[in-house]
């Protein structure tokens, strides 16, 4: 069975309808996603300028990815959770879209520079 | 009367942009949504050390001080952006109670950053008082009501 055939049958479940239809279910979950983004993307950006050495650099960087990277996971879990449910809304649509697959590659490629980050030839080993 | 003004001030600016590229409205909400994650971590960051989590082991005032230029820098682009996109759809926005609530609460949260939760992070020794935490709860409250109300302009017709 292709992907295609698989979002084709989830767009035509009740859910996917009626998230598709709502009138302030949808535009909520929405507004949850990219307002967690400050959260996930924000904290993220002020790990990756002390890493740059270009900010706060009086504190040590181990503070940062010990007590901020807690909250970037955090906001990243929410990311996760609010973007699949957003995606059932409209997934042949999406799949169509090619921003759409740019984003989940650049994603894929964000989370190997993660993986990186964090295995033993990293620089948090 | 006053919306006449922007339909003239509205027309020029529209038509130019799609001129220049269909892509120039999307980039510039883009950049907006960049310098509001960018300014989110900035917030956040100090926020959350108000409120007695995140980076701990610094020293309140410390931080505040080592953020303020990031939080500045952050700011102004996301307000030059929100000024193109508003200039591209005034006359639309105006009309959308949202965006009403949104500009009130921006300002009360920028003149509230730069005041009240200016003073009270600089405290040398105030790190773990009542005032640091409800000041961080405050901000945290004021700045999230900005950006939803924001999102919530684009959800309105």
């Known amino acids: 069975m292709s992907i295609l055939a698989v979002l084709e049958w989830l767009a035509a479940t009740r859910w996917s309808v009626a998230l598709h239809e709502s009138v302030y279910v949808w535009p909520l979950l929405e507004s949850l996603h990219v307002l967690c ?32 990277l807690p909250w970037t996971r955090g906001g990243f879990a929410i990311m996760v959770i609010t973007g699949v449910l957003l995606f059932t809304a409209t997934p042949v649509d999406y799949y169509h879209s090619s921003s759409f697959r740019i984003k989940l590659i ?20 | 009367m006053i919306a ?11 038509r130019l942009l799609a001129r220049i590229s269909p892509w120039l409205f ?7 949504l960049l310098g509001l994650c960018a300014l989110g971590g900035t917030l956040l960051v100090v926020d959350l050390r108000m409120l007695g989590v995140g980076l701990t082991s610094q020293p309140l005032d410390a931080l505040a001080r080592a953020v ?6 952050s700011l102004a682009l996301i307000l030059s952006t929100g000024v193109l996109l508003f200039m591209s759809e005034a006359v639309r926005v105006l009309h959308t109670p949202s965006f009403w609530v949104k500009v009130a609460t921006l300002l009360l949260a920028i003149f509230y950053t730069f005041t009240m939760r200016r003073r009270v992070a600089a405290r040398p020794g105030g790190d773990t008082s009542r005032l640091t935490r409800v000041t961080g709860a405050a901000s945290l409250l004021l700045w999230l009501t900005a950006a939803a109300a924001g999102r919530w302009i684009g959800f309105s017709s």
């Open chain 1, 37 to 68: 983004l400050t959260i996930f993307v924000g904290t993220a950006v002020m790990l990756d300028v002390r890493l740059l050495g270009v900010a706060m650099t009086r504190i040590p960087a181990s503070a940062f990815t010990q007590r901020l």
């Open chain 1, 106 to 125: 650049l994603m894929a490629i964000a989370g190997c520079n993660v993986w990186f980050f964090h295995s033993p030839h990293g620089l948090e080993s």
């Open chain 2, 4 to 14: 006449g003004r922007f339909v003239a001030y509205e027309a020029t600016p529209t």
């Open chain 2, 26 to 32: 999307p980039g510039i909400e883009s950049a907006h």
């Open chain 2, 68 to 73: 303020h230029p990031w939080l500045e820098a």
